[in-house]
């Protein structure tokens, strides 16, 4: 029988350089991975020089990594509706893809923002209207921007897949945009994955609202916290409130073959390599 494809990787570090990142990831054998290309809490920008981006299309092309996803700052809210805020958000964003653009990096993920107490269609219109501001700007950007789902704490958008596909249709360069999923951010909204039944109304509802096609990349995260917490917490795969089996029948199934899973399982605690710990464990569910 021949094996699935499997496109695993995890969020490795970028201390020493970005080019580290893809370095660290092939000591892994993972075909795919994210990183940041800057500081992810702070608003300080980095112009990347022509001698990183060298270095890093250099590692590239020994690692043979492809597969590469930059996430955004955390501090990042298009939805901000006060204008200092709104203004930082989206310079951050736009830097954000012109340098993973220079890298040649394929995908940015960005947690859509929070409306914080602005309403969600007002949230959902400052969204959609700075990246349309970002992509007219820079006709050169190649990176696709991703929205990641989110667990629906405070006044987030992205919980819910109306929500994203809201944003997602007010964007006119679909071309240029996507979706990440996250499956601790799901099940904390309150979708459940936990059997075979529920997973497939799950994946059937985001077919139907966003559609497969828009899929490009999916964190594959265990979490902490009971369904429908709306709090992010992230845990090893198979060891909290989503369980084992959802993992199992992500990495078997047939539509999301091909999409690249990164795990951002914590790392560190009684002195095991949680990382390679849980990409056997989702490698093993494939054999």
């Known amino acids: 029988m021949k094996k699935r494809t499997c496109i695993l990787g995890a969020h490795f570090s970028i201390s020493g350089g970005l080019h580290e990142a893809l370095y660290e990831a092939k000591r892994y054998d993972c075909p795919a991975l994210q990183m940041f290309t800057r500081t992810s809490r702070s608003w300080r920008e980095r112009i990347v020089s022509d001698k990183e981006i060298e270095v890093f299309k250099k590692a590239r092309q020994e690692t043979g990594i492809k597969d590469i996803a930059a996430h955004a700052s955390y501090l990042i809210n298009l939805a901000a509706p006060d204008s200092e805020n709104h203004f930082l958000s989206r310079k951050a964003l736009e830097q954000e893809l012109i340098r993973s653009s220079a890298l040649e990096i394929p995908f940015v993920v960005l947690h859509p923002g929070s409306h914080l107490g602005n309403g969600e269609k007002k949230g959902i219109d400052r969204i959609s209207e700075s990246i349309n501001g970002i992509f007219e ?151």
């Open 137 to 287: 700007k820079n006709q050169e950007i190649k990176t696709r921007l991703l929205l990641e789902t989110t667990s629906g704490q405070g006044s987030g958008i992205g919980h819910s897949f109306e929500q994203l596909h809201a944003i997602i249709e007010k964007i006119n360069r679909k071309d240029k945009t996507g979706v990440c999923l996250d499956t601790c951010h799901i099940f904390a909204a309150g979708y459940d994955i936990r059997t075979e039944e529920s997973y497939l109304e799950t994946t059937d509802l985001f077919d139907k609202i966003i559609g497969f096609e828009k899929l490009f990349l999916i964190h594959l995260n265990d979490s902490k916290k009971g369904l429908g917490s709306h709090i992010d917490r992230h845990e090893h795969i198979g060891k909290g409130e989503i369980g084992i089996d959802a993992f199992r029948l992500i990495m078997n199934d047939k539509h999301l073959a091909g999409i690249p899973k990164i795990i951002e399982t914590p790392k560190t605690g009684g002195g095991k390599d949680w990382d390679r710990i849980n990409l056997r464990k989702l490698r093993l569910m494939t054999l």
